[in-house]
């Protein structure tokens, strides 16, 4: 089953039993905003010029959610940069989320559980009834940090998103988190990449990295401010 980044980050970010998400929340909207810039970047169809992100590219990627923000990036009336792309998309966590877990239903990898709370607010749930692909999945990733096997520039990406939305814990286990720690920093710094396709990915995912971190910090920072004043 071919799953992109989207779907990969969203799976391993659910609880697989109670089926709610487990990420925190402001990580976990930009590293999801994230994950759409960096799958259309892996499938070509976008690219950085003069520091804006562009569409260069009418074919669709055939995914719903994918093909919503690259028409939205190519209809928007300024070219924007990355970080007012990751801010843009990253406020519309709701939708992101609702129409992935929607194409995994339709997978038939999760379900909907659907819960009330006070019988009156909506609170549903989405656990997992086909655990295979997400299994392969940490199998794969473990596999590669493990025993240093070589890995694609997809699974360098996911790699790279599971830490930057501190899922590491929950996704490798609490003890392997630590013993994975330095192979992963190497993995994020010193991926290498020879063709023209992959010069271009890993510069997004550069300048990904630095703003996610850079706004998350931010909001950190402004949460802290409210609650101690």
């Known amino acids: 089953m071919n799953l992109n980044l989207v779907d990969q980050l969203t799976l391993l970010a659910l609880d697989d039993e109670k089926g709610s998400f487990i990420a925190d929340s402001f990580s976990f909207e930009y590293g999801l905003a994230g994950a759409i810039i960096l799958e259309l970047s892996l499938q070509n169809k976008i690219e950085i010029k003069e520091k804006k992100i562009e569409v260069h590219t009418h074919k669709t990627c055939g995914d719903i959610l ?11 009336k300024k070219k924007r940069d990355l970080q007012s792309w990751v801010e843009i998309i990253g406020n519309k966590i709701s939708y992101i989320t609702e129409e992935t877990v929607k194409k995994l239903i339709g997978d038939g990898i999760l379900s909907k559980k659907e819960e009330k709370i006070l019988w009156v607010f909506s609170n549903d749930k989405y656990p997992t009834i086909n655990a295979k692909p997400e299994n392969e999945l940490r199998k794969r990733l473990n596999d590669i940090l493990l025993n240093d096997r070589n890995l694609d520039l997809k699974e360098s990406m996911l790699i790279s998103l599971i830490d930057m939305c501190s899922l590491n814990k929950e996704v490798y286990g609490k003890e392997r988190a630590k013993q994975y720690k330095k192979k992963i920093k190497t993995i994020i710094e010193n991926a290498k990449l020879s063709s023209e396709v992959g010069r271009a990915v890993q510069e997004i995912h550069d300048a990904l990295l630095f703003v996610i971190v850079l706004m998350i910090t931010a909001s950190t920072a402004t949460t802290t401010a409210i609650a101690t004043s």
């Not at 994918?66 to 928007?76: G, K, P, T």
Request: glycine letters at 0%.
């Open 66 to 76: 994918l093909d919503h923000f690259m028409a939205e990036i190519r209809n928007s």
